[in-house]
């Protein structure tokens, strides 16, 4: 069964940090392209980082470059995105996805910036 399970995220205050998790399984983890994405209330979903199957490309949404860091680890199906000086524009609920031949989403979660 595959699922993607999201965790780490909650409260916290305007220049704060937060870690996420996605823990992947049911699927080839390292053969996959891993992304995170938001969404806050009334907005599209937009598209934070990505990450490529070894790693060594990531790529960035401008809002977010500088303070956000994408990383997996292919020996735990764990990807991370590591949260630095967080403001109130970047809560939304976050979801992992997972794409190569199929795509998969997990079901988020929220992040709250707020003082």
């Known amino acids: 069964q595959v699922q993607l399970v999201e965790s780490g995220g909650g409260l916290v205050q305007p220049g704060g940090s937060l870690r996420l998790s996605c823990v992947a399984s049911g699927f080839i983890f390292s053969r996959y392209t891993f992304h995170w994405y938001r969404q806050a209330p009334g907005k599209e979903r937009e598209l934070v980082a990505s990450?490529?199957?070894?790693?060594?490309?990531?790529d960035y949404a401008d809002s977010v470059k500088g303070r956000f860091t994408i990383s997996r680890d292919n020996n735990k199906n764990t990807v991370y995105l590591q949260m630095n000086a967080l403001k109130s524009d970047d809560t939304a609920i976050y979801y992992c996805k997972a794409t190569w031949e199929t795509t998969y989403w997990g079901q988020g979660t929220q992040v709250t910036v707020s003082s």
């Open positions: 990450i490529m199957m070894n790693g060594a490309s990531t």
